[in-house]
């Protein structure tokens, strides 16, 4: 997971690697992300998240497709993979 | 609250205080424990991906946000550096401080520093993206490379 200064960076480091890119997500996006993700982190009757809350997580700030879906299709009801 | 529980959360202050991992000893030590019994914790944390151990077994690599390891990703706040797993724990780190401070990274292709000030209600204007190339459901599928 990392910082690029422009999608036209992102676009040409995945070029140079022969990968194909994810979403770019811009700054003010993840900051919105991080707040919710991590505010409660130190709380420490925070629960952790079901895969049903982290998949709402990511869509409350713009974040849908099956990029960002927590759970692989193979493992239905299994744990959350996003649970950090 | 389980004692699994209040492990956890002594790693986390620990981290917060001082930017530091904890070792179990020391976590021992903050709860009045015997280390014996926080070890047992230690392996349930890590079975629960709440830490990620270092190739000692023991020493903390992850901590999320926190990282135990010096990292090009940091975050610094009242004097202390803490170093954050990726780019997005960067901005983790004072989400979960609830307190401001300056980001450190650069851009993974240009090289370019990010220098990034992180006031309480978020970070300063900034054109830069974040990208991760796994998608979710393989974060932990090699978290390290995630």
């Keep these: 997971m990392l910082f690029f200064r422009s999608e036209d960076d992102l676009q040409a480091w995945c070029r140079g690697r022969g990968v194909e890119s994810g979403p770019a997500v811009p700054v003010p996006q993840l900051w919105r992300l991080s707040r ?3 505010g409660s982190r130190l709380d420490p ?5 079901t895969p049903t809350e982290a998949r709402a997580i990511f869509a409350g700030v713009g974040l849908t497709g099956s990029f960002w879906d927590p759970v692989p299709c193979e493992e239905p009801d299994g744990d959350c993979r996003a649970l950090s | ?11 986390l202050e620990v981290f ?3 930017g530091i991992a904890p070792s179990p000893a020391g976590v021992a030590e903050r709860l009045g424990s015997e280390v014996e019994p926080v070890l047992e914790a ?8 709440a830490i990620v151990s270092g190739e000692d077994g023991v020493s903390i690599r992850m901590a999320n946000p926190f990282s135990g390891i010096p990292t090009e990703h940091t975050f610094e706040s009242a004097g202390v550096r803490y170093y954050a797993n990726c780019a997005w724990d960067a901005l983790g780190i004072p989400a979960a401080l609830g307190r401001g401070g300056t980001v450190g990274s650069r851009c993974a292709h240009s090289g370019e520093p990010l220098r990034l000030e992180v006031a309480d209600d978020g970070p300063e204007p900034c054109g830069w993206v974040f990208h991760s190339l796994v998608p979710a459901a393989h974060w932990w599928d090699d978290i390290g490379f995630t």
Aim: proline share 3%; charged share 35%.
């Design chain 1, 45 to 49: 009757e925070a629960p952790r998240r």
């Design chain 2, 42 to 49: 230690w392996d349930r944390l890590r079975e629960g991906r």
């Design chain 2, 1 to 11: 609250m389980t004692f699994a529980t209040r492990v956890r959360t002594a790693i």
């Design chain 1, 36 to 38: 919710v993700w991590y």
């Design chain 2, 16 to 18: 917060a205080e001082t």
